[in-house]
C-alpha cells in the first residue's frame, strides 16, 4: 500500500481558494478552517486522470458513460447495501443545486420544505431562495450524541410540510443515524406524506469505525465522492430516484440551469469508484488521530464542548456565551477563521474543519485555548 504524506503543508494562498483567500483576511495571518475542503493532496489515481485529460488536449461537452454509472452501482450496492438499477440515476453537477431543483419540485409556498437543526446551511436556506415556508424541529444531545427529538419531529410533519431534507452523515452534528432511526424518520415521513430528500455526501467519512452507514433509500436520495476524496471543487454528483415520475419531475426542474459534467469531473468520479481504496484508508486514521487531539483538549476547557463525532472531519463545537461573548469573532481577531452556529440555525456553537495537516491543527488548538483562558 503507498504510504501517504497528510502531515505534508501545501500552501493554498493565491490558487483562488474560497477558504484560503477569502478577501476579508486582507493582509492578516488567518488560518482558515470554515469550509468542508480538505488541505491534503488527492490521491496518485486522481492525479493520473487529470493529466491524462489535460493531455488530451480538447476540453469538449462530455457524457456520462455507462462504466460511470455501472461503478457508482456497484459502490451504493456493496457499501451501502442498497440494490438500484441504472435507469434511476440522474448525474448532476453537485448536491446543494440538486436540493434545490428537487425542493422546487415537491415543494410549494403553501406547504414548504423541513429540516432538522443545526443543520448545513443551504438545508435551511433552500427555503428563502424559493421563497417556500420553512419548517424546522431541534436535534438533540442523547448518550453522548446528536439525534432527533422525534416528537417534535413529528409535531412539525403536521404542519404540512411536502418535503423533508435530511443529511446523513449529519452535517454539523457529525451522526450516523442509526437504522431503527432510520426506519422511525421512513414511518413518519410516509404517515404525513412527505417526500425525503436525503443527502450522503459524508458516508465514507467515518471518524467512529464500528458504526455503520445506513442509506435511507430514499425518494431521492444524493451521493458524491466529492467530499471523501477531496475534489469538491470539480462538482460532480448523482441523484438515485426509484419512481420514474418522481424522476422526470426532477429532471424538468434542471433543464436550462444544469450545465454538463466536465470530462475532469467524469474521469475523476470513475477512478474515485474503481481506484483501490489505499487513500481513503490511509485518510481515515489520520482524520481519527485529529479528531482525537481535538476532542481531548476542546473538553478540557472551561465552558468549552464537544461530542465525539461518528462521521464527517467538522467538529461542532459548543460554547457558553457568558464566559466567552462572541467566540468566533474573538478567535477570528486571534487569526483562526471557524464558522459560527448562527450560519446552521444552531446557536452558541462554532464548526472547525480538521482536515488539515497535524500541525495546523495543534496552531488552531492554541490559539482556541488562548481565547478561552483570556475570558477567565
Given at each position: 500500500m503507498k504510504i501517504y504524506d497528510f502531515d505534508q503543508v501545501i500552501d493554498r494562498k493565491n490558487t483562488f481558494s474560497f477558504k484560503w483567500d477569502n478577501v476579508s483576511y486582507g493582509e492578516r495571518e488567518v488560518l482558515p478552517m470554515p469550509v468542508a475542503d480538505m488541505d491534503f493532496p488527492v490521491a496518485d489515481e486522481i492525479l493520473a486522470v487529470l493529466s491524462k485529460v489535460t493531455d488530451h488536449k480538447i476540453l469538449g461537452y462530455s457524457i456520462v458513460p455507462e462504466s460511470l454509472q455501472v461503478a457508482a452501482q456497484k459502490k451504493i450496492f456493496s457499501d451501502y447495501g442498497w440494490d438500484t438499477k441504472l435507469?434511476?440515476?440522474?448525474?448532476?453537477p453537485g448536491i446543494v443545486p440538486g436540493i434545490t431543483a428537487a425542493c422546487a419540485a415537491f415543494s410549494t409556498p403553501s406547504d414548504g420544505i423541513l429540516t432538522a437543526v443545526p443543520v448545513y446551511h443551504p438545508f435551511h436556506l433552500v427555503a428563502g431562495w424559493l421563497n417556500h415556508p420553512l419548517h424546522t424541529f431541534p436535534m438533540v444531545e442523547v448518550a453522548g450524541r446528536w439525534t432527533f427529538d422525534f416528537k417534535a419531529f413529528e409535531a412539525a410533519l403536521q404542519k404540512g410540510p411536502k418535503v423533508f431534507l435530511f443529511c446523513n452523515p449529519h452535517n454539523p452534528g457529525g451522526t450516523v443515524f442509526t437504522a431503527e432511526e432510520i426506519t422511525e424518520i421512513k414511518l413518519l415521513c410516509k404517515k404525513y406524506d412527505c417526500l425525503i430528500i436525503s443527502d450522503e455526501i459524508h458516508a465514507d467519512l467515518k471518524i467512529n469505525p464500528v458504526v455503520n452507514h445506513t442509506c435511507i433509500q430514499s425518494e431521492i436520495t444524493f451521493f458524491a465522492t466529492s467530499k471523501a476524496y477531496n475534489t469538491a471543487g470539480l462538482g460532480g454528483a448523482v441523484a438515485i430516484i426509484p419512481d420514474a415520475a418522481t424522476r422526470m419531475a426532477f429532471q424538468k426542474k434542471t433543464l436550462g440551469?444544469?450545465?454538463m459534467l466536465s470530462r475532469h469531473s467524469i474521469e475523476v468520479m470513475l477512478a474515485t469508484y474503481t481506484m483501490s481504496t489505499d487513500w481513503l484508508n490511509a485518510l481515515l486514521p489520520y482524520l481519527r488521530s485529529n479528531h482525537a487531539i481535538l476532542l481531548?483538549?476542546?473538553?478540557?476547557l472551561p465552558g468549552i464542548t464537544m461530542l465525539p463525532l461518528e462521521a464527517t472531519y467538522l467538529a461542532w463545537i459548543g460554547f457558553d456565551a457568558k464566559?466567552?461573548?462572541?467566540?468566533q469573532k474573538r478567535l477570528f481577531d486571534n487569526g483562526l477563521h471557524v464558522l459560527r452556529g448562527d450560519q446552521f440555525l444552531g446557536g452558541d456553537f462554532i464548526r472547525l474543519n480538521f482536515a488539515c495537516p497535524q500541525i495546523s491543527l495543534l496552531k488552531a488548538i492554541d490559539i482556541i485555548e488562548k481565547v478561552v483562558h483570556a475570558s477567565d
Open positions: 435507469e434511476w440515476q440522474v448525474w448532476i440551469f444544469f450545465p481531548n483538549r476542546m473538553n478540557q464566559m466567552h461573548g462572541d467566540f
